[in-house]
């Protein structure tokens, strides 16, 4: 699903994998998923940069061990683990997902930028 590179497309995203995860009777990893979709979302509007006529796109996948979110952005630069402390203004997005995630990685995509998943 695409979505606009606005922090207020992240509820939207959110309650489309809500969805999801009720259809698919994954519900008791609610919390967790929202958790890690919400910080990979936020993560590429914040620090993604693409035309503006590309979208940030959300895909689900429904795994025989669980689930596989996917945050496609137009920025080719990796995420990485920040060394930032509690009083830092950011830099826990990708260590919370890294804790939450029973792994986690990236891929390139055939256009420009690349796909963050747990």
Same mark, same amino acid.
């Given at each position: 699903?695409?979505?606009?590179?606005?922090?207020?497309?992240?509820? *939207?995203?959110?309650?489309?994998?809500?969805?999801?995860?009720?259809?698919?009777? *994954?519900?008791?990893?609610?919390?967790?998923?929202?958790?890690?979709?919400?910080?990979?979302?936020?993560?590429?509007?914040?620090?993604?940069?693409?035309?503006?006529?590309?979208?940030?796109?959300?895909?689900?996948?429904?795994?025989?061990?669980?689930?596989?979110?996917?945050?496609?952005?137009?920025?080719?630069?990796?995420?990485?683990?920040?060394?930032?402390?509690?009083?830092?203004?950011?830099?826990?997005?990708?260590?919370?997902?890294?804790?939450?995630?029973?792994?986690?990685?990236?891929?390139?995509?055939?256009?420009?930028?690349?796909?963050?998943?747990?």
């Amino acid at each position: 699903m695409g979505w606009n590179s606005s922090t207020r497309c992240v509820g *939207l995203a959110r309650d489309e994998l809500r969805k999801s995860l009720e259809n698919w009777g *994954l519900s008791e990893i609610e919390d967790s998923a929202l958790v890690v979709l919400s910080e990979l979302f936020t993560n590429a509007v914040i620090h993604a940069w693409a035309p503006d006529e590309w979208e940030i796109e959300t895909r689900f996948v429904r795994l025989p061990y669980g689930l596989r979110i996917e945050v496609l952005d137009g920025e080719s630069a990796l995420p990485r683990l920040a060394e930032t402390g509690l009083d830092g203004p950011g830099g826990r997005g990708i260590p919370l997902v890294a804790a939450l995630a029973e792994r986690w990685g990236t891929r390139p995509l055939e256009r420009p930028g690349k796909a963050v998943w747990d």
